[in-house]
């Protein structure tokens, strides 16, 4: 089996361009960046289906390596539909935010923005934990915790 360097250049490239521009803070040029991987989905499938061949369906006295296999094919067209669904809908939240804020780019929201600039340092989960502690007291019979809890009396907020 031989591959088309043409076609494993492409596919590179669509790949390179579609990831480019899915990083980017504009929705148009994320659009695009989802279709480039799209293409670039099809041509891989394309490229690794093997040599093209003749016809799917049998005819007798015909060996067996001369039939194409026709799985890639329904791959393709599967992938061509769900990169149309998913194009169309972003088309519908470009539109939307177009509407709402006349902005293709997508805004950052300050309470992400203040969170990121918070200190990394947790100190419920990154506190020292003693290795025998465990979540339940081990002379505390869960039932009649569960009663007391019922009858409400137990202490504490609620």
Known sequence: M???ITLIVL????FAAGIY???ERSLT???LGLILLGNGANILILATSGPS????LYTAGTPAEEYTDSLPQA??????????AVTAFML??????????RVDDVQDDPEDRRVADQDSYDYEDDADIIADTT?????????????ADRAGRTEGPR
């Open 2 to 4: 031989t591959v088309n």
């Open 11 to 14: 596919m590179a490239a669509f």
């Open 21 to 23: 521009l899915l990083l």
């Open 29 to 31: 040029r994320v659009l």
């Open 53 to 56: 061949g003749r016809s799917p």
């Open 75 to 84: 791959l393709i067209l599967t992938a061509i539909v769900i990169t149309f």
């Open 92 to 101: 519908g939240i470009i539109y939307r935010s177009w509407v709402l804020g």
């Open 135 to 147: 979540e339940f007291s081990e002379a505390e019979d869960p039932s009649a915790a569960a009663a």
